[in-house]
């Protein structure tokens, strides 16, 4: 599930992003997963991420393959984006 925390006529909340499906659990699949959710509603992680969270399993944290360390690569436009 991907979840995001936005701010919208002022308000901050959180909303269901929606629901990806892999064919493995790999970070490079989660990560193949979230960029195909994106794609579909416009929006491209190295425009568009200004943050991120997730739990401290390695397949998010991971300093190689992780999830998050995908994203970071991806990500250019600010240079504070740390793992």
Known sequence: MLSLHLVENGLSGTKLFGVVETISGTGE???QGIQSKCKEH???LNETFIARGAD???INSG????VLTLIKAD????SRFTV
């Open 29 to 31: 699949n989660i990560y």
């Open 56 to 58: 401290g399993a390695a």
């Open 63 to 66: 300093c190689n393959t992780g």
């Open 75 to 78: 990500v250019t436009c600010f």
């Open 42 to 44: 416009g929006l491209r």
